[in-house]
Each structure stands twice: as structure tokens, then as C-alpha cells.
């Protein structure tokens, strides 16, 4: 049959392909170590997803269409916004030793699917919001970090004072004061994925 449109814009060879359940966008990812949106009736640029650190060899849309999902050679899946083309967040996904090749999202949309050239799959959470994040905190993982784990999620070196009061460093069982969630946001995360694990990242405005 006849092409409809041509998508032209990548400097690299194109690994993957979707469109998005309304079946407006397409999306693409390449060697060019991007992802692009594009409209589908047009074939016109949308947004340009930069931000991989190598070949984009994976790509899905969200079951609502509001989020975008990459995989890339650099052993790292990323969600953006479908609507921008802005990063929402980037999942390092500690467990996978080699590229991420396929990505999905499941039906709900609450969890991401990973699989990689190191032989396994890996699934991971999905929260809608900060709030959600900091709900699944309070409930799963009350408890300081160590040192070491510190380090490890490019906390500061010093703890917060509560983590030192009562003798209760590196743990704890009070509730810390307020606006001290980056110690428990951390650890939670390992909790709830159950996997010495990835860490989230949030986007630069």
C-alpha cells in the first residue's frame, strides 16, 4: 500500500515504534539515544524525549495515554508526558546488568514491565503522585538509612537530627517530624519493589 507519512527527524536508525490507544501519536525510539512524538494523521513532530545516555530500543504508551515509557541501552527506563514530551521521572533500575529491550505497562497502568539482555524481566511501581509516594512511605517503611545507603541514593552525608535522637540511628520507630520524608522515600521504594533497587529520580523543572 501507499505510505501515508513519512517520519523523518531521527539522525539513527529507529528501534521501536507505538502508537497511543486513541491512535493520535506515534511514538519512536532510536539509536540517536532519543524518542519522538509525533501526530499520526500528520506525521508532524510533537516533542523531541531526550535524556537516554544511549540507544532507545524500547517504547510504550500508558493505558490512558498521558504517559510515555522508554527503554534504552543504558540499562534505564524513563516516563515522560505524551501531551510535552517532559520527563516524569527515571527509574534506575539497579537490578538489570545490561540494555533494557522491551518495556510495558500493565492494563491498569499502575505497574512498568522491564525486560533485558542480562536474562531477566522486572516489575516496578508505578505511583500517580508525590502524595501517593509519601503514603506508601508512611505505611511500608518507617526507618532511617545508613551511611552507606545514603551514599548509595546521592543523599546528603549528615542524617537528619531525629535520626540520631533516642539512640535510634540508623533506625527507627517514632514518627519523624515533618519534612523529613527523603530518609524514608528512599527506603520505602526498596520496600515496596522488594528488590535492592531502583531509585526515582525526579525531572528537573
Request: glycine share 8%; net charge neutral; hydrophobic share 45%.
Amino acid at each position: 500500500g501507499k505510505a501515508v507519512a513519512t517520519l523523518a527527524g531521527h539522525e539513527s536508525r529507529v528501534f521501536a515504534v507505538a502508537f497511543s490507544p486513541d491512535g493520535r501519536l506515534v511514538i519512536t525510539g532510536s539509536g540517536d539515544n532519543t524518542a519522538r512524538l509525533w501526530e499520526a494523521a500528520t506525521g508532524k513532530a510533537v516533542a523531541t524525549l531526550a535524556g537516554h545516555e544511549s540507544y532507545v530500543t524500547a517504547v510504550a504508551f500508558s493505558p490512558d495515554g498521558r504517559v510515555v515509557l522508554t527503554g534504552s541501552a543504558d540499562n534505564t527506563a524513563r516516563l515522560w508526558e505524551a501531551a510535552t514530551g517532559r520527563a516524569v521521572a527515571t527509574l534506575t533500575l539497579a537490578g538489570h546488568e545490561s540494555l533494557v529491550f522491551a518495556v510495558a505497562f500493565s492494563p491498569d497502568g499502575r505497574l512498568v514491565l522491564t525486560g533485558s539482555h542480562d536474562n531477566t524481566a522486572r516489575l516496578w511501581p508505578v505511583l500517580a503522585s508525590t502524595q501517593a509516594l509519601v503514603d506508601e512511605v508512611r505505611s511500608t517503611v518507617p526507618r532511617c538509612l545508613t551511611p552507606a545507603q545514603r551514599q548509595r541514593f546521592h543523599l546528603a552525608p549528615t542524617a537528619p537530627r531525629w535520626c540520631h535522637g533516642m539512640k535510634l540511628w540508623p533506625y527507627q520507630d517514632h514518627e519523624p517530624p515533618p519534612l523529613t520524608w527523603d530518609e524514608r522515600l528512599v527506603a520505602a521504594w526498596d520496600g515496596v519493589v522488594g528488590l535492592v533497587s531502583p531509585r526515582v529520580v525526579p525531572a528537573k523543572p
